[in-house]
Structure formats: C-alpha cells, structure tokens
T-cell receptor, first 115, second 112 residues
Framework: GAVVSQHPSRVICKSGTSVKIECRSL??????MFWYRQFPKKSLMLMAT?????????EQGVEKDKFLINHASLTLSTLTVTSAHPEDSSFYIC???????????FGPGTRLTVL | QKEVEQDPGPLSVPEGAIVSLNCTYS??????FMWYRQYSRKGPELLMY????GNKEDGRFTAQVDKSSKYISLFIRDSQPSDSATYLC????????????FGSGTQLTVLP
C-alpha cells in the first residue's frame, strides 16, 4: 500500500506556456498533499501544503499565482506552473500523507524542462 | 545554522560493509524521525520511521534516535550495490499537518 503516482514523469515545454502536473494517491485517501521542488544534488524544498477542498498554504518565497495548486479530491492534487520560464526547470515531487502519524509517501517526481 | 545538518558525502564503501549515516538537529520540538532513500531521478522512498527516542530495526536497516543529543543515525548492515543512492533524513514536530524538515542528503556508493 501507500503508492503515490505523478503524471507526467517528464515534460519539455516552451517558455511562456503552462504545464499541469498531477499527483494521485492510488490506494489510500490522503489527508494532506505536499509539493516539493528539488534542484540537482540538493534536498527537497517544500513549496506548498494542500488539503482537499481548501486553499493551499504556500511557503515563503513561492509565488502562488505562478504555481497554482488544486486539491480536488482526497486522492488528487494538481500543480500548474503558469507562464513557465527556463528558471522553473526543476524536479517537482509531490507527497501524500496518511495514517495516525501522517507519514508522507512520495511520488516518483516530474522533471520539467522549459526551453 | 540549519535546523537539520547532514554530511553530504559522497560516501563510498565496499560491498558487505556496515554503513553509518547521521543527522543532527537543533529543534527540540521534533518528535518524528524518518529516513528516505532516493535513487537518481526518482522520488524519495520511506525506509524507516521512528517516533521519539529509541531504536528500530527492519532487515538490514537500523534507525537510532537520541533526542538528548539531538542526533539520529541509520545503519545499513551487509551493504549491497543496490543500496547505492542518496539517503535523506527528515523530521517533524507534532501537529495535524506534518511538514518535514529534510537534511541535505548523503550520497552513498557501495562498490561491488
């Protein structure tokens, strides 16, 4: 159990376009989902926390108008990178939490390359 | 000072060696301690989860938490080339929406 999927796994887009990344908890209902960004050989940087049916809570320095998060159900959260620029190129990873102690289980990540 | 400090390595060991990975932290509110393994270009995979102080063993992996010293460890016995990955420690304080604070990760290579 505790499988989290992400789609797509890899996306290349032109500067100025928007990209949507989906995160799904496949075999459990997630109380909370998290979005992270990871640069090469660096640790994960939390971008935002989202609960189903409510607005996401963004970390300091993360532009909420650029990184739109929608948490439509207990098993699905989406991150849309709007008007993407090359500096948005990164590895984006979601996680979903469950259980009494809210353990976090991570998706496989999405590599975004903006040309 | 970072909240969580982790030696980035890289660390190379021969197959069969015992590996010791460590993190120190400064926030005494942390109650939950985790170790994740991350292969290149993949998401982190939860390896060990410990609440408060003590030891936890799972196969070749042992996690230790010493809250008095604010120090956690992961030991890997009989290391295998397939253990080659980046290992991230993570911790969080009590709360309804737990956010993890990660270490920077230690890159481990087990040589055949």
């Amino acid at each position: 159990g505790a499988v989290v999927s992400q789609h797509p796994s890899r996306v290349i887009c032109k500067s100025g376009t928007s990209v949507k990344i989906e995160c799904r908890s496949l075999d459990f209902q997630a109380t909370t989902m998290f979005w992270y960004r990871q640069f090469p050989k660096k640790s994960l940087m939390l971008m935002a926390t989202s609960n189903e049916g409510s607005k996401a809570t963004y970390e300091q320095g993360v532009e909420k108008d650029k990184f739109l998060i929608n948490h439509a159900s207990l098993t699905l959260s989406t991150l849309t990178v709007t008007s993407a620029h090359p500096e948005d190129s990164s590895f984006y990873i979601c996680s979903a939490s469950r259980g009494r102690h809210n353990e976090q289980f991570f998706g496989p990540g999405t590599r975004l390359t903006v040309l | 000072q970072k909240e969580v400090e982790q030696d980035p390595g890289p660390l190379s060991v021969p197959e069969g060696a015992i590996v010791s990975l460590n993190c120190t932290y400064s926030n005494s509110a942390f109650q939950y301690f985790m170790w994740y393994r991350q292969y290149s270009r993949k998401g982190p995979e939860l390896l060990m989860y410990t609440y408060s102080s003590g030891n936890k063993e799972d196969g070749r992996f042992t996690a230790q938490v010493d809250k008095s010293s604010k120090y956690i460890s992961l030991f890997i016995r009989d290391s295998q080339p397939s253990d080659s990955a980046t290992y991230l420690c993570a911790m969080s304080s009590s709360g309804s929406a737990r956010q993890l604070t990660f270490g920077s990760g230690t890159q481990l290579t087990v040589l055949p």
